[in-house]
C-alpha cells in the first residue's frame, strides 16, 4: 500500500492558508481518481482508492500541523508501510510559488510539520515539497505560512494543484523522477514550432503572375 499525507490544518480557519497547500494537493488527488468518502481513522480522516493498479491510501491528520506525526505514525504502523511507501505533500518556502521538487529523507527546514513526523516515522519518508515562497524574513514566517493564498496565486495554484492529481499514479511505482518530471511538462508543455516551408525553386520564381 502507499500512503499519501497531506500536511495542514483542520477547520475552515485554516483552509486556505498556505500551510495547508498538502491538505489542498490530496484532495485534488482524491477527487481526480474517484476516492472513497473520506472517514475518521488513526486521528485524521482517510480516503481510499486504486492508482496505476495499487491500493493508495490517503490520509489528512487531524491533530494539527505540530503533531501530524501521531496520525502518520498510527497509520504505518498499523499497515505496517515502510517510509519509501509514505509520501508526504507539504509546503515549502524555500522555493518560489508554484515550484515543485521531490526528495528522499534529508533535513527538516524547519517546517513543525516534518519534525513531528521524523519523530514517528524517522526521516526516511519521501516528500513533495511545493513552493510558497519566502517572506523575506524569519520573524515574519508564521504569519506568512496562517495567511491565505492571495486571490492572484490562482494563475498558479490550480494548475499546479492539477497537474500533481494527473501526475500522481506515477508515485506508486515510486519513480518521483518521473512524477516531478510528468508535473512540469504538463505545466510548461513543449512550444510547438511549425516545420519550415521548402525552399522555392526556381521555376516557381520564374514563373510569370500575369
Known amino acids: 500500500m502507499l500512503l499519501l499525507v497531506g500536511l495542514g490544518n483542520p477547520g475552515d480557519k485554516y483552509a486556505d492558508n498556505r500551510h495547508n497547500i498538502g491538505f ?6 482524491i477527487r481526480r481518481h474517484g476516492f472513497a468518502p473520506p472517514r475518521r481513522r488513526f486521528q ?3 480516503s481510499e482508492g486504486t492508482m ?14 505540530n503533531e501530524s506525526g501521531r496520525s502518520v505514525g498510527e497509520a504505518a504502523r498499523f499497515f505496517k508501510i515502510d517510509a519509501d511507501h ?7 518556502l524555500d522555493l518560489a510559488p508554484g515550484k515543485l521538487r521531490v526528495k528522499n529523507g534529508g533535513g527538516l527546514a524547519g517546517h513543525n510539520g516534518l519534525k513531528s513526523l521524523a519523530a514517528h516515522i524517522g526521516r526516511d519518508f519521501r516528500r513533495v515539497r511545493l513552493g ?9 514566517v508564521l504569519r506568512y505560512v496562517l495567511q491565505n493564498f492571495a486571490k492572484a496565486d490562482d494563475t498558479w495554484l490550480d494548475p499546479l494543484l492539477d497537474a500533481m492529481a494527473e501526475a500522481a499514479p506515477l508515485l ?8 516531478a518530471s510528468k508535473v512540469a511538462l504538463i505545466l510548461k508543455p513543449p512550444e510547438h514550432r511549425p516545420r519550415p516551408l521548402p525552399a522555392a ?3 516557381d520564381e520564374n514563373q510569370s503572375t500575369d
Open 201 to 203: 525553386s526556381n521555376t
Open 172 to 179: 506508486t511505482s515510486g519513480d518521483d523522477a518521473a512524477f
Open 52 to 65: 496505476a493498479g495499487q491500493k493508495v491510501m490517503v490520509l489528512k491528520p487531524m491533530t494539527f500541523m
Open 86 to 92: 509514505i509520501v508526504v505533500f507539504h509546503d515549502e
Open 24 to 29: 489542498m494537493a490530496v484532495d485534488e488527488i
Open 44 to 46: 485524521g480522516l482517510t
Open 132 to 140: 510558497v515562497g519566502h517572506p523575506g524574513h524569519k520573524d515574519k
